[in-house]
């Protein structure tokens, strides 16, 4: 019998694998991970901070105000700003935004509206760690559908990150987020996909959440991504608005996220991102 050891790697590399050939990808070391796991620690907390802020009358520019102070208070700072562009500490998308939602003073959260609310802090100082991670949030009472739709969508990140194991590959994760969006009858917008995260906000690889073409490489110690599955209601395709950023779905159907950033361990992996309420 061959039983294969997988290792994390003494020092940061950054590699190319044959069967990625897409770009190189970064094996992390285990002090990266005790950095990741304090930037994952703030996102997570400024997940849970925002929740009892997220009710009927409240607008989402500020709720993105309350997200900004709450990072700058815990020694990190929105990686979001000025990344392309963007000028928010986080992106917040309500009902039929699939992603990049733009916080704005006229947007008013209403009874029944689901929303997504994304954040990626980064540490502030010299080694720029990220941590990015978003949620649903329910306002009010929803209808069943929206919850339903919400209920698949922790259920596909929870079946990526189940996936998200030394020896098993890339492709996994998109085949587990994948089927779980297809038994509830729901679709994957596939414009978007999880990304290589760490001292760079967005690196290789590209994580998507169906099944792929090519099942990519096989899954190491020491390699940091996100998983971040996007399911709507109706049709998968979504489109960007004139703004640049907001992505919204072309039949206008309701749409549904759920992310965190994890790390492959020698034995399994660590979710940086978790809730200290999960
Ligand atoms: N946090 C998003 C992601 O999951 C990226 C947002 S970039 C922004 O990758 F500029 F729109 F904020
Ligand atoms: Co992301
Ligand atoms: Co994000």
């Not at 039983?3 to 897409?22: A, E, G, M, S, V």
């Not at 929303?115 to 978003?134: A, E, F, K, M, Y």
């Not at 009010?140 to 996936?163: D, N, Q």
Request: charged fraction near 20%; aromatic fraction near 6%; glycine fraction near 10%.
């Amino acid at each position: 019998m061959i039983t294969q050891t997988f290792k994390f790697p003494t020092k940061r590399i950054r590699r190319h694998l044959d069967d990625y050939p897409y770009g190189p990808i970064t094996l992390h070391t285990l002090e990266d991970y005790a950095a990741m796991a304090s930037i994952g620690r703030v996102a997570a907390d400024t997940l849970d901070f925002i929740t009892p802020h997220v009710k009927p009358g409240i607008s989402t520019a500020e709720l993105d105000r309350l997200v900004h102070k709450f990072m700058t208070d815990h020694g990190a700072i929105p990686a979001t700003i000025g990344y392309h562009g963007y000028q928010h500490a986080s992106c917040i998308s309500v009902n039929h935004v699939a992603v990049h939602g733009i916080p704005t003073a006229a947007k008013i959260l209403k009874d029944g509206d689901i929303v997504n609310i994304d954040v990626t802090p980064r540490l502030d100082g010299p080694d720029h760690w990220h941590g990015d991670t978003s949620r649903m949030f329910k306002v009010g009472k929803v209808p069943v559908k929206a919850s339903r739709l919400i209920e698949a969508t922790e259920k596909s990140l929870a079946a990526g990150i189940e996936a998200a194991r030394p020896g098993n590959f890339l492709g996994d994760i998109g085949i587990a987020c994948g089927q779980v969006a297809l038994d509830y009858g729901f679709a994957i917008a596939t414009d978007f996909c999880g990304h290589g995260i760490g001292l760079t906000f967005h690196d290789n690889p590209e994580v998507i959440h169906v099944e792929p073409d090519q099942m990519g490489p096989i899954l190491l110690p020491g390699m940091i991504f996100t998983i971040e599955p996007i399911l709507n209601i109706g049709k998968p395709d979504v489109k960007v608005l004139a703004d640049g950023w907001t992505a919204v779905t072309k039949d206008r159907k309701l749409s549904a996220q759920a992310e965190h950033t994890v790390g492959i361990t020698e034995d399994g992996l660590q979710i940086f991102t978790q809730s200290k309420n999960a």
